[in-house]
């Protein structure tokens, strides 16, 4: 098949390279601006589409005319990361359509940050699905290919991208075999009007300020949702009178329970050592096992812990 690569990140640059191993040709290749965290630009995908010999364009919006000659004569576009809702002029080019990689069940978990919303309200699984869009629609439409990472307690966001960026190339190859045997092939509809159906709206980087009166469990699914490639959970410390901002990176909730008495985010107790720190939540204790300061430094207390320096004036918050 002939192929238009529609998007942005690491994972959809390496389908394009997949997809050409699989057989298929890459027709041309749309990018917009890289977010920050991502590990390929605007100029990685220019020089793929330059090692592919293909056409290549980086817009903000799909809709000029531009972008429709571009993207005409292709079989199927593959899109992840598109800065916005494809409408029906894009979509009508492509007989096959254009196929969507989304880190989330649909038609629970549209929009936005899905990984992250799904580590933060618990769930025992996170899906990628892969579905062929629909005009003017977000995240729905017929599901073609669809695989699932169980999120244990100990998967991080580090982990979630790096199942990803394996996940979504593979996925997309199976999608076009899919297709490529029937046209109209579809595992289900995820309609748009589903009442099981919401929306993720963006994660900010100032939703990753830790509130240290939430339960330590709340805390811990914040660390792990706002972890690498993001910046990461946050809190500010007083040590030795000086107030730093300390990005968190991994903890976990102590298991035994806290029967003394103290103000959530007092710094109760740091392991020279191990540089372990833990710290009181509204309810619990959270140990902090890596953190860094805001010049990307490791604390005091060793290259893999926090280091908090415990005292009776310390405290995060």
């Not at 992840?80 to 492509?94: A, E, H, K, T």
């Not at 730093?244 to 298991?255: P, R, S, T, V, W």
Request: negative net charge.
């Amino acid at each position: 098949m002939r192929v238009a690569v529609i998007g942005r990140t690491q994972m959809l640059h390496d389908a394009a390279l997949a997809l050409v191993r699989a057989g298929h040709e890459v027709g041309c290749v749309l990018t917009a601006p890289a977010a920050p965290e991502y590990t390929r630009t605007e100029a990685d995908f220019e020089r793929l589409a330059r090692q592919l010999g293909c056409p290549f364009l980086c817009a903000r919006s799909a809709s000029s005319s531009e972008v429709l000659t571009l993207l005409s004569g292709c079989d199927v576009g593959v899109s992840m990361n598109w800065v916005g809702v494809l409408g029906p002029l894009v979509l009508g080019l492509f007989p096959l359509g254009v196929l969507n990689a989304h880190p989330g069940e649909l038609p629970r978990y549209r929009g936005n940050a899905c990984q992250a919303w799904a580590i933060l309200r618990g769930e025992e699984r996170l899906a990628l699905t892969i579905h062929v869009m629909q005009p003017g629609q977000l995240d729905c439409g017929r599901v073609v290919h669809q695989e699932f990472l169980p999120l244990s307690p100990e998967v991080a966001n580090a982990q979630v991208w790096a199942w990803l960026e394996t996940a979504v190339p593979q996925g997309f190859v199976a999608a076009l075999e899919a297709l490529a045997r029937d046209p109209g092939f579809a595992l289900y509809e995820a309609r748009a009007d589903d009442t099981a159906g919401f929306r993720g709206y963006p994660r900010l980087p100032e939703d990753g300020y830790i509130d240290w009166t939430r339960p330590a469990a709340d805390i811990v699914r914040l660390v792990r949702a706002s972890g690498p490639p993001l910046p990461g959970a946050y809190t500010y410390a007083s040590i030795g009178g000086q107030v730093d901002k300390l990005a968190i990176l991994e903890a976990c909730a102590q298991a035994e329970p806290f029967r003394d008495l103290a103000e959530p985010g007092h710094v109760l107790h740091n392991d020279p050592d191990s540089g372990v720190s833990l710290v009181a939540c509204g309810a619990g204790v959270l140990e902090l096992f890596r953190c860094c300061d805001s010049a990307g430094r490791a604390g005091s207390g060793g290259a893999s812990g926090c280091g908090l320096g415990c005292g009776p004036r310390t405290w995060c918050g």
